[in-house]
């Protein structure tokens, strides 16, 4: 069966230094990896998605690498913030339309002032 | 950008009651919504898949005849617990992903605690 696996449950950075987290998968060959962010008690938001063809994605402070050969996906946030304290979901789908998405139990980041 | 909505936020029912949630989507044309289930420190667990204007598609171990899924028009879905019980108490959320991409979007969830 699909297996999602996240580096840790939980990550203590610096503030200002890069966070990274891990997302590894087994038994699946995803089209695309979405990363979200959830905050307790609340619905994820959602953050970026990579496609298989491509290797690095980019936005703002926020970088995902997407390696189909080693099955992972690493989530960078740079020069991080006590805002960023979350936990971060990864999320591989297959393609096409109607396809379900499984869900990482999560990384909790604590950004420490 | 894209914006779900769930209604209500909260709720506290009796055992044995019926509970609908409403999800919509405000500002895009769902094609496919999905149901999912998180409980304390666990991942969000998917219930079942919703294409408009079709049955709903559940997941092993999910009763459909529990978990009524609803999904009539592009911008609602329902789910319904019937005779809600204590141990369906948990965060239950949705998501609505549109036709143009693959990106789905959460709604902010809804606690439901049955006494």
């Known amino acids: 069966s699909q297996k999602i696996e996240q580096n840790s449950e939980a990550l203590n950075i610096q503030e200002g230094k890069t966070a990274t987290l891990t997302c590894n998968y087994t038994n699946y060959s995803p089209a695309y990896l979405q990363w979200y962010r959830q905050d307790p008690g609340r619905g994820p938001v959602f953050l970026l998605l990579?496609?298989?063809?491509?290797k690095e994605k980019r936005k703002e402070r926020l970088k995902v690498t997407f390696d189909t050969t080693l099955k992972q996906s690493l989530f960078h946030i740079t020069a991080s913030q006590p805002a960023d304290s979350a936990t971060y979901l990864c999320a591989p789908r297959g393609s096409g339309g109607y396809q379900k998405v499984t869900f990482g139990i999560g990384t909790k980041l604590q950004v420490i002032p | 950008g894209a914006v779900v909505s769930q209604h209500p936020s909260w709720v506290i029912c009796k055992s044995g009651t019926s509970v609908k949630i409403e999800c919509r989507s405000l500002?895009?044309?769902?094609?496919?919504m999905f149901w999912y289930r998180q409980f304390p420190k666990q991942s969000l667990m998917l219930m079942a898949t919703?294409?408009?204007?079709?049955?709903?598609?559940?997941e092993q171990g999910v009763e459909k005849d529990k978990f009524l899924i609803n999904h009539a028009s592009l911008t609602l879905s329902t789910l319904t617990v019937t005779s809600a019980h204590p141990e369906d108490s948990s965060f239950y959320i949705c998501?609505?992903?549109?036709?143009?991409?693959?990106?789905?979007?959460f709604g902010p969830g809804t606690r439901l605690t049955v006494l």
């Open positions: 919703s294409n408009e204007g079709s049955k709903a598609t559940y």
């Open positions: 990579i496609r298989e063809n491509e």
């Open positions: 500002d895009f044309q769902a094609t496919t």
């Open positions: 998501s609505a992903e549109s036709g143009s991409s693959y990106e789905q979007f």
